[in-house]
């Protein structure tokens, strides 16, 4: 068996893909209003920032920066996954069980990666917004409505028609076989 290794760093910027076990399912944007909700929850909780954040029928990207003295990241994504699939089975949606563990919504695992400098932030959020594009749901990043670039757009950060038509050749975040 894999012995993954976390890099736990107090206050750091992650890069996160964290993915449902059915990658055929849409349970998350069929679910947004309780996806928020658990996201709420566990920064209630556990405070961080969500600097990026896309959500996908099956899958999100996020980038998050934890408080300074803090790099406990494992226990914000359990909060999240654990609220997230309450509200799913509190709405009457059947999930099959695993075994004493729980129900089966999540992958177990998430890919993680530090940021390690601007460079590589400014790479993962054009990933983290471009990656319903990526997915062949929409032509135009802005067309998808759960994505963290409405607010970039908002703030001036970034332009509506960005990463539109031109497309990315980059190749960077999550890997292609989860």
């Known amino acids: ?3 993954y290794r976390r890099n736990f760093i107090p206050g750091a910027t992650f890069f996160f893909t964290v993915a449902l076990a059915d990658r055929r399912s849409n349970r998350l944007t069929n679910h947004i209003a309780a996806l ?7 920064r209630s909780e556990h405070p961080f920032e969500i600097d990026a954040i896309v959500v996908l ?5 996020t980038i998050l920066t934890l ?3 803090d790099a406990d990241f494992p226990h914000r994504w359990r909060r999240i996954k654990t609220v997230f699939t309450q509200r799913v089975l509190g709405a009457g949606v059947a ?3 695993r075994d004493a563990t729980g129900r089966v919504l999540w992958q177990r695992r998430y890919w993680e990666h530090t940021i390690r400098d601007d460079t590589d932030y400014g790479r993962h959020v054009d990933y983290v917004h471009y990656n319903p594009v990526k997915h062949g749901l929409v032509a135009n990043p802005a067309d998808w409505p759960h994505s963290s670039l409405h607010r970039f757009v908002r703030h001036g ?3 509506a028609g960005w990463g539109g038509d031109a497309g990315s050749d980059d190749d960077f975040g999550e890997p292609d076989a989860l």
């Open 95 to 97: 999930l099959p069980s």
């Open 1 to 3: 068996m894999v012995h």
């Open 157 to 159: 950060v970034l332009t």
């Open 36 to 42: 928020r909700e658990a996201f709420r929850k566990a």
């Open 67 to 69: 408080p300074d003295g």
């Open 57 to 61: 029928p099956d899958h999100l990207h």
